[in-house]
């Protein structure tokens, strides 16, 4: 064992200065054993190269997790915020992640196409996108529900999707928001109906089964008197997230001349932080507004 290493070391002097680093920081564990097969049967998932990577988590069993916790119907907006929260920090924390956009126990993660994060491997960028996702979630919990408290732990399940072009992309991320608007006008008229109209979930489930957006907007007008385009925007058109430079004012302790030492004073320091907005990405005002996003050169 211990010849077998010292031949390896000397191999590694020999060799190029990558290799020696590596050898040096591996040290003993560098000497092959007859298992090292037993690599050959990892799975090559290497994403595409120059392709958008999306990883989207989606809340495990949510339906039952806002029961246990008591969240609003049809939205809750500390759940919601709370999701927002989680994803700030996968942005901050990870690497290379351009956009972001959620709605309901879903949020989906973009990496530029020029990524080579962990040498583009799906598992990594999906496996730590759903671990400090969730582990964000119970951190930040108490922040969002403080009266609340958490009962259990909440899971995320995790998948990759690789989109060959900023068309296919602009889609990807049209299709969830069409989703979210889809689902938030059914549900707003289906918890009114229960709410207002006391009628039971099955009932409002067959009153609105075959009516299409103008009736559920007009059920929702002349019943509740509600303009569903009045409903919070966050609710309406979910939330996306990208990177924009913002002030940020701290206080500093003055230590000269002498004679202001001790005294605070405001400093302004500008920072890239990930922004929650919450508007239309189907359209393309947005992608207009923000090229940056879709045509970076780095
Ligand atoms: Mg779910």
Redesign the pocket.
């Known amino acids: 064992m211990w010849t077998s290493c010292t031949v390896k070391v000397h191999d590694c002097l020999a060799s190029t200065s990558v290799t020696l680093k590596r050898c040096l920081r591996l040290g003993v564990a560098m000497a092959k054993s007859k298992f090292e097969y037993v690599r050959d049967f990892e799975a090559d998932d290497t994403c595409l190269p120059q392709c958008w990577v999306v990883v989207r988590l989606?809340?495990?069993?949510?339906?039952r997790f806002a029961e246990k916790h008591n969240f609003a119907k049809p939205n809750d907006s500390r759940a919601l915020h709370l999701m927002n929260k989680c994803a700030q920090t996968v942005m901050e924390e990870l690497e290379d992640i351009v956009i972001a956009y959620g709605q309901?126990?879903?949020y989906s993660f973009v990496f530029r196409r020029k990524s080579n994060w962990f040498k583009r491997r799906a598992s990594k960028f999906m496996t730590h996108v759903a671990s400090q996702f969730a582990s964000s979630y119970v951190f930040y919990w108490k922040d969002y529900f403080e009266d609340q408290p958490l009962l259990y732990p909440p899971g995320f399940?995790g998948r990759v999707v690789v989109y060959p072009s900023n068309q296919t992309l602009k889609d990807y991320l049209s299709w969830r928001q069409a989703d979210c608007h889809i689902n938030n006008l059914y549900n707003t008229v289906f918890w009114a109906l229960i709410q207002q109209s006391g009628l039971t979930p099955v009932q409002a489930k067959d009153r609105l089964q075959g009516t299409l957006a103008a009736d559920k907007n007009e059920i929702l007008f002349s019943e509740f008197k509600i303009n569903y385009n009045n409903e919070p925007l966050m609710y309406r058109k979910g939330t996306v997230l990208i990177w924009q430079k913002v002030d940020e004012v701290t206080t500093k302790e003055v230590k000269l001349p002498a004679e202001m030492e001790g005294k605070k004073m405001a400093v302004t320091r500008t920072r890239t932080k990930p922004v929650l907005l919450h508007c239309d990405i189907i359209g393309d005002a947005f992608w207009k507004e923000h090229p940056e996003i879709l045509y970076e050169d780095s």
Do not use: A, K, L, M
């Open positions: 989606d809340g495990r069993n949510f339906h309901s126990d879903e399940d």
